[in-house]
């Protein structure tokens, strides 16, 4: 099995930024993929960044040149640095790792471990 754990979350002003942390352990070399998501209540969960296994990284639409996805693998920690954050990007962030043979789309159902997650508010 897989354990994720995020912290960082909190609270910023418009125009701030905020680093999310997720540590991970247990069999993480079973997986392919790590990234983060996030969900608004009643919205559904979108993807944020992901980073491959191979070291491709991809992004959301609304967080391209915002926010940069990263890892340490010596701390066993991925992380989300965020940056001009906007009210709208007021959700729960999800650390999340997948173990697929291959991906549609980075879709949450081809996910199978999530963390808990981390909430970010940001005021105007």
């Known amino acids: 099995q897989v354990q994720l754990v995020e912290s960082g979350g909190g609270e910023v002003q418009a125009g701030g930024s905020l680093r999310l942390s997720c540590v991970w352990s247990?069999?993480?070399?079973?997986?392919?993929?790590l990234g983060w998501y996030r969900q608004i209540p009643g919205k559904e969960r979108e993807l944020v960044a992901i980073e491959r296994s191979d070291g491709r990284t991809v992004y959301g639409n609304s967080v391209k040149g915002r926010f940069t996805i990263s890892s340490d693998d010596n701390k066993g920690t991925l992380y989300l640095q965020m940056n001009s954050l906007k009210p709208e990007d007021t959700a729960m962030y999800y650390c999340?790792?997948?173990?697929?043979?291959?991906?549609?789309?980075?879709?949450?159902?081809?996910?199978?471990?999530w963390g808990k997650g981390t909430p970010v508010t940001v005021s105007s």
């Open positions: 999340a790792a997948g173990d697929r043979g291959g991906y549609d789309d980075y879709a949450p159902n081809e996910i199978r471990y």
């Open positions: 247990g069999r993480i070399h079973t997986t392919n993929l």
